[in-house]
């Protein structure tokens, strides 16, 4: 039944954002470990593509753009 009272809302209420636990970490704690992952990932993909770009390019004899 539909009522006048602007406040009167059939949603649940919205949890409060200080409900939630927070805890705050040192950098002595800090371990980034999926930084480092991706980071060592993009070297490893630098590196393949170089070889590859170097033995395709510059290790075969035939003609290329220079």
Known sequence: MPTDDPTASDEAPA???NSEKVREISL???QPYG????TGAYFVL???L???MYFV??????????
């Open 50 to 52: 170089y070889a590859l």
């Open 28 to 30: 002595d704690e800090f």
């Open 57 to 66: 390019e510059f290790a075969t004899r035939a003609p290329s753009i220079h």
């Open 35 to 38: 930084t480092l992952a991706v």
């Open 46 to 48: 630098l590196l393949v």
């Open 15 to 17: 949890p409060e954002a």
